[in-house]
């Protein structure tokens, strides 16, 4: 499946919201799309975004790291779904405006734990969603550069 349309669902399940549970099970989800993503680009991307594209697939793992992984069958892992990327700026757009939704629903997490373990693993999983948006901003840059030096047709 292509790479907005996953990001898109994955979107619209963490704003469906729930109960801790279902928020941490999606937070993870989008953070293994990311990984996926960034792997995705590091081996067939631009060449002037597989550095980061590299970097943002071991930060997303990061993120997928500090939480329990989900109960979720092999088939409904979105990142395993993910079978072409599609334009890349196009997916980059929607890939951020994900991690942005993933700190604040990972805030709002933080914000009613009832346990400091539960805490401390929406705070780590912040700064990795927020490091992996950083990312995923630096090869907009990119991109946005590599046009701005190729010459107009016509």
Do not use: K
Request: aromatic share 2%.
């Amino acid at each position: 499946m292509d790479a907005v349309r996953l990001i898109v669902t994955s979107r619209r399940a963490l704003a469906g919201g729930g109960e801790a549970p279902q928020v941490m099970a999606e937070v993870w989800q989008a953070q293994a799309l990311a990984q996926a993503i960034g792997s995705r680009l590091a081996v067939a991307g631009p060449p002037e975004l597989r550095g980061e594209a590299l970097g943002l697939t071991e930060l997303a793992g990061r993120g997928c790291g500090v939480l329990e992984r989900p109960d979720i069958a092999v088939a409904e892992l979105r990142a395993a779904q993910l079978t072409e990327l599609g334009d890349a700026r196009q997916a980059l757009l929607y890939l951020g405006g994900l991690l942005g939704e993933v700190g604040i629903a990972l805030v709002g997490l933080a914000c009613a734990a009832d346990d400091e373990t539960t805490y401390w693993q929406c705070m780590e999983a912040i700064d990795a969603a927020d490091e992996s948006r950083d990312r995923v901003l630096q090869m907009l840059r990119r991109l946005a550069d590599r046009a701005d030096e190729l010459p107009e047709a016509g």
